[in-house]
């Protein structure tokens, strides 16, 4: 479940008391994905008026966000790149190449941070939501008005803010001929709300909208709950061989090394951390016995129960290092199905990195069904990490007998999760 921003409800009762005036809300940058949809040629949309090219997503940005009644909305700028002008570029009001500063004595950085229409927030300022800090809190799925939705982007757009090579850009956003281009999509954080793969130009899609300028800095997020993260380190599906496997093997190592790099990152707790893996021998689902909700380390919320982790969308991507580092498109070993269940591929459990076998994973900076499941590599392929869920000790007595020293208790007991 999405959660709901503590920041725009301090908003809603201010404004409604008469304390603060819409106008101080305004002045929060905002992004958006269209609620509407069409091909590349986006001068067909109706939202467009008599406007070609990239000029008509700008111009259809600006209808809907003045539609919504959102302020500034004649500014909004689609983000898309043509042959001649980088996204980056023209949402500073530029033309040209990010390379060549667009055309400035320097590289302009006056862009963001931006919230969501629905009071989250969506990313650091522009040089920070860019490769290669990627500071991506919630991914972008809420449309003008605030409503959630799902879907591909277009924006011929890789994660620098920059054309995609070879660039396909659907003649410059006139043509529907069947070539691919570059997409986002809204289950995407990290680089993927720019840049998750390639479809079609005659297929209908949305477009993101951003608001120009440099807003107030953002709150930072602070949800609380047990931890998630994704290891800074990587290695073979031989989890022996990495370095934190502390003479463990298979899930053992896994484990082992979610401790290891938990006590490395200065986590809280670092014994109760395990590794999101399945084997032969148990699903990923039953080596959780502590319900409640997950939290990345910089405090925005992945999941707001353990079933809400099993629904197959995430609040956010987990590609948050134990470090605060924010990953890309990597491969996270997993073996594990959306609803926490084995699927075939384990590298013998773990414990092989040949070549000629392979293991299921998932994708660091997905918050779909893919975050645990899409990625077939071979066993020996070394990029890849692995999720670490911390499994707080749950107290046996709700009166908080225990809450004292508790060092000569010979166990903290944990009850099974019973999901309704």
């Known amino acids: 479940m999405r959660p709901t921003s503590r920041r725009s409800q301090v908003w809603m009762i201010l404004i409604l008391s008469g304390l603060l005036t819409p106008a101080l809300e305004a002045q929060e940058r905002v992004a958006f994905v269209t609620s509407v949809t069409g091909t590349a040629d986006l001068g067909s949309w109706p939202e467009s008026g008599s406007a070609v090219g990239a000029a008509a997503g700008d111009a259809i940005c600006r209808t809907l966000a003045a539609d919504a009644g959102l302020a500034n909305a004649g500014t909004f700028i689609a983000w898309l790149s043509t042959t001649t002008d980088d996204a980056y570029c023209r949402l500073h009001g530029f033309s040209g190449k990010k390379s060549a500063n667009c055309g400035q004595a320097e590289l302009p950085v ?52 920059t054309v995609s090579p070879n660039p396909i850009t659907c003649t410059d956003w006139t043509s529907t001929a069947p070539n691919d281009m570059v997409v986002g999509k809204t289950a995407r954080g990290s680089v993927g709300w720019t840049n998750t793969g390639s479809t079609r130009c005659d297929i209908a899609h949305r477009l993101i909208c951003l608001e120009p300028g440099a807003g107030p800095a953002l709150t930072p997020p602070n949800e609380t709950g047990a931890v998630a993260f994704l290891t800074s380190v990587q290695g073979t599906a031989d989890l022996g061989t990495w370095n934190d496997a502390g003479g463990q093997t298979g899930i053992a190592a896994a484990d082992a090394i979610c401790q290891a790099r938990a006590s490395a990152g200065s986590l809280a707790n670092p014994s109760q951390f395990k590794a999101w893996i399945s084997d032969s021998a148990v699903d990923a689902k039953d080596r959780f016995l502590v319900d409640g909700p997950r939290v990345r380390p910089d405090g925005v919320k992945v999941a707001d129960s353990f079933a809400d982790l099993l629904d197959g969308s995430l609040d956010a991507s987990i590609n948050v290092t134990e470090l605060g580092t924010y990953i890309g498109n990597y491969a996270v070993w997993t073996a594990t199905s959306t609803n926490g269940f084995l699927t075939d591929g384990t590298c013998s459990d773990w414990t092989s990195a040949s070549g000629g076998d392979t293991a299921r994973a998932g994708a660091a900076y997905a918050a779909d069904t893919a975050w645990t499941l899409i990625h077939t590599p071979p066993c020996n392929f070394a990029a890849t990490h692995l999720y670490c869920i911390e499994d707080p000790s749950e107290p046996i007595f709700s009166d908080g007998f225990e809450s004292g020293d508790t060092t000569a208790w010979s166990s903290v007991v944990q009850r099974p999760l019973v999901f309704r």
């Not at 927030?121 to 990627?134: A, T, V």
């Open 110 to 161: 006056a862009g963001g941070p931006w919230m969501h229409t629905d009071g989250l927030p969506f990313g650091e300022s522009i040089d920070r939501l860019l490769y290669p800090e990627l500071v991506v809190y919630y991914p972008l799925a809420a449309d003008e008005d605030g409503n959630p939705v799902e879907g591909y982007m277009m924006t011929a757009t890789v994660g620098d803010g």
